[in-house]
């Protein structure tokens, strides 16, 4: 995932059925805009790392657990940055954590 990508409309999911994620779902996601300057929203690079994590952990089977994804946490964006909408993030996190939690059961 590059690092630092421009926020873009996210793209329709292509997840399974049962909603796991694959390692390539999580590589094509985009985030919307935020709705507004007052909406919260998260430093792009630290959610963009965070995100190959997750990538090498799907792709590995190791490395993550669901805790790790329930307790991360992103700093706002920088002064002048736009950044990823808080709410589409933690979405996504959401998503990730379940993926994780099926794959272990």
Known sequence: MPAGRP???PEP????ADGVLSAD???KVMFGKPTSR???R???DQVDDFLDVVVAALETGDGLTVAD???VRF???G???LGYPAEEVDALMVRIADTLDARRG
């Open 7 to 9: 926020p873009a409309e």
């Open 13 to 16: 999911a292509t997840a399974r």
């Open 25 to 27: 779902d999580v590589r």
């Open 38 to 40: 007052w909406a919260k």
């Open 42 to 44: 998260y430093h792009e």
């Open 69 to 71: 994804v329930r307790e």
């Open 75 to 77: 700093g706002r964006p």
């Open 79 to 81: 002064l002048g940055r």
